[in-house]
């Protein structure tokens, strides 16, 4: 199966100072958590595969097209492409409808009436659809982040790019948009720090951590990473890399060396990412 996007040891610098590291990565039908701390080059690599930055070297392709390659490539694959990133400036004194349906026709959306019916479709996908005459001023703070997905989805992209598609959002919303993505027919890459979001909905899981990717994989795969390494205890293991009292009263313990008195308990995803964290920041011959 080909690819819908690819990189091809793709770098970004900023002046001197790498932001993203030489990455080689397909992405394929399916969706795509991207986790990593701040810093770390996610909201680079999600700007390089919009097309809103030009690497600094390397190639890389967009439904077919190489968007490093000419301004009308670059073109063809913008209208494949949608794109929400994690902040949103909004036009003063626009409703909800008129600000979808302009940037409609930013989309090229000629005929009016089809464009009418896709604003009113994704106003629905969203769950907004009794807001669309309402200015986006008296929206509130989950209503404008639906509003900014709502954008990235007219058309069907062929590529999803949510840069933290859920801050702001309540547990029910939250839930609601891991449903609307999961149906959806193409590719869709998430960068987000809520790693339940990752476990409840990636099919695929890339790390990101000083601009380079250290895992690549499935959550399943993830999990294995850490399996046998997180405890549950009355008191903290030696050496672990983070460690707090849960509700029950008893200490969870993610990576050291586990007290007699501990059992070892299933991984999260959020244990997984620790540990791979913590391990690229220690020295060697020394166990976490």
């Known amino acids: 199966m080909s690819a819908i996007a690819s990189f ?3 770098s970004k610098k900023y002046g001197r100072a790498p932001a993203l590291r030489a990455t080689s990565l397909n992405l394929h039908r399916g969706v795509v958590g991207l986790l990593g701390p701040n810093g770390a080059g996610k909201t680079t690599m999600l700007r390089l595969l919009s097309t809103a930055l030009p690497p600094s070297s390397g190639r890389i392709v967009v439904c077919g097209f190489d968007v490093t390659e000419s301004h009308a490539d670059r073109v063809e694959a913008r209208r494949r492409i949608g794109y929400c990133p994690q902040e949103v400036t909004f036009p003063r004194g626009m409703t909800a409808f008129a600000f979808l349906d302009y940037l409609a026709v930013l989309k090229e959306w000629t005929d009016k009436g089809r464009r009418h019916a896709e604003v009113e479709r994704v106003l629905d996908l969203v769950h907004l659809g009794d807001r669309g005459a309402m ?3 008296k929206l509130s703070g989950g209503q404008r982040r639906r509003l900014a997905i709502a954008q990235a989805l007219v058309g069907s992209p062929d590529l999803l790019i949510l840069d933290e598609p859920t801050t702001g959002l309540d547990p029910e919303q939250r839930a609601s948009l891991r449903g609307l993505l999961s149906g959806l027919a193409g590719t869709v890459l998430i ?3 809520q790693t339940e979001d990752v476990s409840a909905l990636c099919d695929r899981v890339l790390v ?3 601009g380079a990717i250290r895992f690549d994989g499935t959550v399943t795969e993830l999990l294995a990473t850490a399996a ?5 205890g009355p008191a ?8 707090w009292k849960t509700g029950t009263g008893l200490v969870r313990s993610v990576g050291g060396q586990p007290a007699p008195d501990s059992s070892v308990v299933d991984p999260s995803v ?11 920041h220690t020295p060697q011959g020394v166990n976490p």
């Open 8 to 10: 091809d040891s793709v």
């Open 228 to 232: 046998g390494r997180v405890h549950l």
């Open 135 to 137: 200015k986006i001023a």
């Open 208 to 210: 990101i951590d000083a």
């Open 270 to 280: 959020e244990d997984a990412y620790l540990l791979l964290r913590s391990e690229r």
């Open 191 to 193: 960068s987000t720090h």
């Open 236 to 243: 903290a293991t030696s050496g672990a890399v983070q460690t």
